[in-house]
């Protein structure tokens, strides 16, 4: 065979296949950030309609371990793809969750500091937990903006309606839930405790109800309103009562959206006057309680408040024992034992209704320092001026007068404090890691 002396070309290099691994992460990345996002949805609306219709003590051991769940599955998600957030929030945050753990460390009351008092069960787990659920909500609601729109969306709209609705119910006597004594005749919806329903739709859904509603009245907005202010109303809570009258005088003098500030009003007070004549006129007479508990709270009378002030008196008496680490988380049913005792019998009271007091004698007053200052950061990143903002800043400015009448407890603090997370992400939306070599980055989207 003849040799092939023809000439050839330059050899070419084998043919590799192009380099996709950035490409593969930035997609295995946004599955992880979609898996994230479902997550916080279905948290935001079970966990204050999870219920056990024979009995509230089973209704809080099952709100409490599917808060473990949940903040377990994102705490497995935050740290596998770096999720958590890295704001000037988490600094104070974290803290104020070490300092939780030195407390609890120090208790001589193990078992409550851990887990729980009673049917609280906000021990430092609990705590534990809320922390992991507020960094990975602030961190993927920086890395994918939509999420706001999608945990604030139509699905928890229904879900805040439904319990609306129950409530209302309850206050006409028709109890559908009936885990309560049917006398109660309060408006309780699923949360098991008309004061906590009444904290939980003045700190969550009433801000967006109100934004939704002053962006461009409808019929649809302008139900909503209705039903989650007629069913704050009807849960009888005083101490909501207050916040909520705060919450409208910011509005009126902060909100940035002004055309429909007087609609608004309108409807609250057609909200009103179609409650009152029910019942006995029993809202009329909630409502003029309030100048006695005023009176009895100038003089310092310890009945006031459904004696509150005497639940103060004890704790501010135990707190320079206990300023500097606490009788230790969920523990403030050791404070002042055989004086509640005496005074309530053997169903005592187990918290100090008032988050302030509360933190200072059960975690130290570094801790509340800590919690403090870790809120004022979350508050400092909301621009009043923008409407959406304001909406953080309201349930935010709104949760700081509640706590000095109320207790942080599992069907709404998580809820709050998930919302408020997804709130300051929103703020300081960035691109997810290589995002910019592959993709557009998302614009900040505000409610």
Request: with cysteine.
């Amino acid at each position: 065979m003849e040799k092939d002396d023809r000439p050839r070309g330059p050899s070419r290099a084998p043919r590799c296949a192009p380099d996709t691994r950035g490409i593969l992460e930035v997609d295995d990345l946004k599955r992880e950030l979609d898996l994230g996002t479902p997550l916080l949805v279905v948290f935001i609306i079970a966990q204050p309609l999870i219920i056990n219709f024979a009995s509230l003590w089973d209704t809080i051991i099952l709100r409490w371990c599917f808060l473990l769940s949940v903040s377990g599955l994102a705490l497995a998600m935050g740290l596998k793809k770096r999720i958590f957030s890295r704001s000037t929030c988490t600094l104070p945050l974290v803290v104020f969750l070490l300092l939780v753990l030195v407390s609890a460390l120090l208790s001589e009351h193990r078992k409550e500091a851990f887990i729980g008092a009673g049917s609280r069960l906000t021990g430092f787990v609990s705590w534990a937990c809320f922390v992991v659920l507020f960094l990975f909500a602030a961190g993927l609601a920086a890395q994918k903006p939509r999420t706001l729109e999608r945990v604030t969306g139509p699905v928890w709209r229904v879900s805040v309606a439904v319990i609306a609705v129950l409530g209302l119910l309850q206050y006409f006597g028709i109890d559908l839930v009936g885990v309560i004594s049917p006398t109660y005749n309060l408006s309780y919806g699923t949360i098991g405790n008309s004061n906590h329903l009444g904290t939980y739709l003045l700190t969550c859904p009433l801000p967006f109800v109100v934004n939704r509603y002053l962006a461009g009245p409808t019929v649809a907005t302008t139900a909503e309103l209705a039903l989650v202010y007629g069913c704050l109303l009807t849960t009888q809570s005083k101490s909501a009562w207050i916040a909520l009258a705060f919450g409208v005088l910011l509005i009126l003098w902060k909100h940035p959206l002004r055309n429909n500030l007087m609609k608004m009003l309108v409807v609250m007070v057609i909200a009103t006057a179609a409650l009152i004549p029910f019942r006995g006129l029993v809202l009329w007479q909630e409502a003029m309680s309030l100048e006695l508990h005023a009176k009895l709270a100038l003089e310092g009378n310890p009945e006031a408040g459904n004696f509150r002030f005497f639940l103060w008196q004890e704790g501010l008496k135990a707190l320079p024992k206990y300023a500097l680490f606490g009788i230790g988380p969920d523990s403030y049913l050791y404070v002042a034992k055989d004086a509640l005792e005496r005074h309530f019998g053997e169903n005592y009271p187990a918290r100090a209704h008032n988050i302030y007091l509360e933190t200072a004698v059960t975690m130290g007053l570094p801790a509340l320092l800590a919690y403090l200052w870790f809120l004022l950061c979350c508050l400092r990143r909301f621009d009043p001026k923008d409407a959406g903002q304001f909406t953080f800043f309201l349930m935010l400015a709104i949760y700081l007068v509640q706590g000095l009448f109320l207790n942080d407890v599992l069907s709404v603090y998580p809820v709050f404090l998930t919302l408020l997370a997804v709130g300051v992400g929103a703020t300081s939306a960035r691109p997810a890691p290589n995002m910019e070599k592959h993709g557009p980055r998302e614009l900040k989207r505000f409610p």
